[in-house]
């Protein structure tokens, strides 16, 4: 689990990141795991997240992931 490694990483860091970056991981990678189960669609990944598409794509904007594709995680 590829996009596990993330989370393990963010768990082992001695001080911890101050919650606002730490819950960013979680979410960004959130967002990217329901881009490729929905073949890049922002509708549909948004309603998989219960988010509207507008609060979606600020997210990716946020996160800068590519608005016109998905980003694959890996296996």
């Known amino acids: 689990m590829a996009w596990a490694k993330p989370l393990l990483e963010l768990l082992q860091q ?3 990141p101050p ?3 730490g819950l960013a ?4 990678l959130l967002i990217m795991r ?6 890049g669609s922002k509708a549909a990944a948004a ?3 219960g988010l509207s598409r507008s609060t ?5 904007g946020k996160y800068r992931l590519p608005a016109g594709e998905s980003s694959s ?3």
């Open 34 to 39: 329901a881009l490729d189960l929905t073949d």
């Open 73 to 75: 995680l890996g296996a």
């Open 47 to 49: 309603a998989m997240l």
């Open 56 to 60: 979606l794509y600020q997210k990716m």
């Open 19 to 21: 919650l606002k970056e």
């Open 25 to 28: 991981i979680p979410e960004r």
């Open 14 to 16: 001695d001080p911890l």
